[in-house]
């Protein structure tokens, strides 16, 4: 049986969703944050932790402990994905976990972003990147897929390329017949090491943007009532 916390989250994000509807946006105004929950979804492939492909998954889990909600994964079904919600300042975040492959992550992140009523710039993707060295991280407002297929499917879902992305840098290759895989391979020991500097890294930029976006005029609903007791 699940403990009582998950049993809790998951009811609550089903009458959330089920209840939340934003009022059309006036013409010219935007209702970015701080009432406004910003979507995280991290990209990788499920079943495969610990591969550079599927950092992106590594950085949320990070991002969910720093939160302090951990242990409040709840499986949602509708966008087969498992989702998480936190409190940061004015912010509500959701947290996503696709449950699908990388090349087909967009339909979770679009499916997600429109139960919760979010639009594409209010989704943020965190991948891995192959043109950064390991260590390196990177927040790109939105442009072009730059061949990662993850990022591909959530532009073509979301029919937008707005999403502001988290590029965690994996290091490519020498020769081009083995990217494939290297990102598809696990850490080598030595990336290990500078692993958890990597995570930490990568949540105080995520969250330190949230937070700077948060702070500019909202003309969205008060949503407080949608929080968990």
């Known amino acids: ?22 009022e059309p946006r006036p013409a010219g105004k935007r209702w970015l944050f701080p009432r406004c929950r910003p979507q995280v979804a991290g990209l990788g492939n499920p079943g495969l932790p610990g591969t550079r492909h599927s950092v992106g ?3 949320l889990g990070h991002l969910a402990r720093r939160l302090g909600v951990a242990d409040t994964w709840a499986r949602d079904r509708r966008c ?30 679009a499916r997600a972003a429109e139960l919760f009523g979010l639009t594409a710039e209010e989704v943020y993707l965190v991948h891995d990147e192959l043109d950064k060295p390991l260590g390196k991280v990177a927040l790109k407002l939105g442009g072009s897929a730059r061949g990662h297929n993850g990022v591909r499917s959530c532009i073509s879902c979301l029919n937008s390329h707005a999403m502001p992305r988290l590029r965690i840098g994996i290091g490519r290759p020498a020769h081009p017949d ?6 598809l391979g696990s850490f080598s020991a030595a990336e290990q090491e500078l692993l958890p500097l990597l995570l930490e890294r990568a949540t105080d930029m995520l969250l330190d943007h949230i937070r700077e976006r948060s702070q500019r005029p909202s003309l969205g609903p008060d949503l407080s009532e949608f929080l968990p007791p």
Request: hydrophobic share 50%; proline share 3%; aromatic share 2%.
């Open 1 to 22: 049986m699940r403990p009582d916390c998950c049993r809790r989250t998951t009811l609550w994000l089903s009458r959330a969703m089920s209840v939340l509807t934003l």
């Open 57 to 59: 998954l590594a950085v």
């Open 178 to 183: 083995t990217v494939q895989a290297h990102v």
């Open 80 to 109: 087969a994905a498992d989702l998480a919600v936190a409190s940061l300042e004015d912010a509500q975040l959701v947290l996503l976990r696709p449950r699908r492959l990388m090349n087909a992550s967009g339909r979770s992140v």
